[in-house]
């Protein structure tokens, strides 16, 4: 991946305060028990890890806040958490998906 | 094209598109069970009207008349029916869908059913308070179709004038409204070569996404195919722009593709698979596999105002035909990438060598490729021939020369 910073191309760091767009639904599908992301002509199927990082995207936290908040929850060290919080995000955002 | 959209293996996605050549991505176990249940795409298409006359349309030639289109109560039972068997977005599109004055309830009424709702619009006839109005009952997505970044290309090819200038007008009170707005190209030999014009409007725009929709060759436009398919060079020139635009602009905008398979060698996986993720409804409310398949003379569609959606999406005959691997002959039935593109296209198939069963002649393997492949080299080095433009009077006329085969590929 070229990390080059291009303008309006959002980088995602720990002080990042990711803000999921309000024209992006994260939606339980029943009917096939799983969590969607609806997008413009996409349909995205986070995992577990992906929607708990997702639904705390307000624009308000920083991503080490998202961190310490899973780290918590699943007993994990908040660093190895947010580097990986970072990861997932970089590319989301690199999708469109994640506002800074 | 399909991308992988696989995220650190956090998130999938499935790409579900209005120009059902792009299919559904993701594990196939998942897009079996999702067969299994529902699909998750759904093309409505509320009407043929349309102020333009673009000779690429999508539509099936013989274009639906105002006096069949389903009511409004039907069109919101199709929406409420959509919602509850599972589907997940649809996508309000014609013809022109603004034509019809009830958009309003359709929009709210899929809304309400939990839908994902994405409008496909011409935009030139449709006010700010509209759009707003349509954002207040829920829609969530516009599409602007642009038929060249300059005005008079513009107006020739969608044969209205000023079109371009009230396009570009409408996606700005989208991006306004705070929505996310989709730029439509669909590219041919006339606009090939703006490409680039095209991306940087979308970044000028503050577009969400772009498609670079690279005509495909049925119904209208294969009637047009001479007066639209760009050169190989071309084509090859303006795929490897956008592959450079799209690391460029990372983060900024998406830029998806959709090319002329005429030069691939490997079919599209057409609909991501017949009957697989996505359906169609025609305005009078016949449900099809792809917007395409009542060129496929053999298959008889079920209608919303006769059978349940969910009905008809698993039991239908036009859904079963295609299914899955089972009709397949060879050399798709031995291929090892039969369960990748699904043999490619039926109505391609069905257009070109007259068998719906046959592999699609986009695949280098089907023994009408090279033929086809030459015939398309011939058309676009050939200076283009004048338009036929999409309008009920040359649908009338093409229907009555139905007989005559429009096939030169053989």
């Known amino acids: 991946m070229a990390d080059v910073k291009q303008p309006g191309r959002l980088m ?6 990711p803000l999921m767009p309000r024209y992006l639904k994260l939606r339980h599908d029943a009917g096939r028990d799983r969590w969607v992301l609806l997008a413009p002509e996409r349909i995205l199927t986070p995992d577990a890890i992906a929607v708990a990082v997702l639904k705390l995207c307000d624009g308000e936290r920083t991503v080490d806040d998202i961190a310490a908040n899973l780290a918590a ?5 908040a660093d190895v958490i947010a580097a990986d919080v970072v990861e997932l995000l970089q590319d989301l955002a690199d999708k469109g998906y994640i506002k800074g | 094209m399909t991308e992988d959209l696989k995220i650190d293996g956090h998130v999938d996605a499935i790409a579900v598109d209005d120009e059902p050549t792009t299919g559904v991505s993701g594990s196939t ?26 000779p690429y349309c999508s539509n099936p030639v013989e274009l639906e008349s105002v006096k069949n289109e389903l009511s409004t109560e039907e069109w919101c039972s199709v929406m409420r029916q959509a919602g509850k068997m599972g589907i997940l977005q649809v996508h309000l599109s014609g013809g022109e869908p603004t034509a019809r004055k009830d958009l309003e309830e359709i929009v709210k009424t899929a809304a309400d059913a939990g839908l994902y709702t994405n409008l496909i619009t011409a935009a030139v006839n449709v006010k700010r308070e509209r759009l707003e109005k349509l954002q207040e009952l829920g829609l969530d997505h516009v599409q602007v179709s642009v038929q060249d970044v300059n005005p008079a290309g513009a107006d020739r090819i969608g044969a209205f004038k000023n079109a371009l200038e009230k396009k570009l007008e409408f996606a700005r009170w ?32 503050g577009a969400q996404r772009i498609e670079i929709a690279h005509a495909q060759y049925y119904g209208w436009a294969f009637l047009n195919r001479a007066a ?40 599209k996986p057409c609909m991501g698979g017949w009957g697989k993720g996505f359906m169609n409804i025609t305005p009078a409310g016949k449900v099809l596999p792809c917007h395409a398949a009542e060129s496929i003379p053999e298959l008889q569609f079920d209608s919303v ?32 990438f039969k369960e990748v593109d699904y043999g490619g296209c039926r109505c391609q198939a069905m257009a070109i060598t007259k068998d719906p069963r046959n592999t699609d002649p986009a695949c280098s393997l089907s023994p009408y490729h090279t033929e086809m492949v030459k015939v398309a080299k011939s058309e676009a080095a050939k200076p283009a021939t004048t338009f036929v433009y999409r309008n009920t009077r040359n649908a009338a006329q093409v229907g009555k020369a139905h007989d005559e085969p429009l096939v030169p590929a053989e």
């Open chain 1, 12 to 17: 995602v760091d720990r002080a990042t305060k």
């Open chain 1, 73 to 77: 929850e699943y007993s994990a060290p």
């Open chain 2, 29 to 54: 176990e998942e897009s079996d069970m999702l067969c299994a249940v529902a699909p998750v795409g759904l093309l409505a298409e509320l009407t043929h009207r349309c102020p333009l006359q673009c």
């Open chain 2, 174 to 205: 989208v991006t306004e409204l705070g929505m996310p707005l989709t730029v439509n190209a669909p590219i041919h030999r006339h606009n090939i070569h703006n490409v680039p014009r095209y991306i940087d409007l979308a970044v000028d725009l």
């Open chain 2, 228 to 267: 639209l398919i760009p050169t190989y060079e071309e084509t090859i020139a303006s795929i490897e722009y956008v592959e450079a635009a799209r690391e460029r602009l990372k983060g900024v905008l998406t830029i998806d593709m959709v090319v002329p398979d005429y030069y691939a060698k490997r079919p």
């Open chain 2, 305 to 336: 105002r006769d059978k349940k959606l969910l009905d008809i999406w698993m039991d239908s005959e036009a859904f079963n035909a295609f299914r899955g691997t089972e009709w397949m002959k060879e050399p798709c039935k031995s291929c090892a």
